[in-house]
């Protein structure tokens, strides 16, 4: 296992949690990474990403609720998610594409999936 994903749950709706992808495996230190979301009966899609120098960008249904960050030692990537809604119920994948893991290599990591459930 290259990417250690926790911290899914089940929280009311305005709650809050805070996802955690880790590397572990073969991985040393992440540069980069993504965050993905899929709902049942709908596709896979991106909710937020980091890039090398820490620029970050969002999906706008969660843009000002939730926020990604990775910790100084580039081990760990959060997702902080606020103000959650029922409509963010999803199972969330982190993603590690290649260029952004150390030591480098060709495969596309994902963490295996955290449940997130928000109730009305």
């Known amino acids: 296992v290259q990417l250690q994903a926790s911290g899914g749950g089940l929280v009311q709706a305005g709650g809050s949690l805070r996802l955690s992808c880790a590397a572990s495996?073969?991985?040393?230190?992440?540069?980069?990474m993504a965050w993905y979301r899929q709902a049942p009966g709908k596709q896979r899609e991106l909710v937020a990403r980091?890039?090398?120098?820490?620029?970050?960008d969002y999906a706008d249904s969660v843009k000002g609720r939730f926020t990604i960050s990775r910790d100084n030692a580039k081990t760990t990537v959060y997702l902080q998610m606020n103000s959650l809604k029922p409509e963010d119920t999803a199972v969330y994948y982190c993603?590690?594409?290649?260029?952004?893991?150390?030591?480098?290599?060709?495969?596309?990591?994902w963490g295996k999936g955290t449940q997130v459930t928000v109730s009305s």
């Open positions: 495996g073969s991985i040393d230190r992440i540069y980069a």
């Open positions: 980091i890039n090398s120098s820490g620029s970050t």
């Open positions: 993603n590690a594409p290649p260029g952004s893991y150390f030591p480098p290599g060709g495969m596309s990591y």
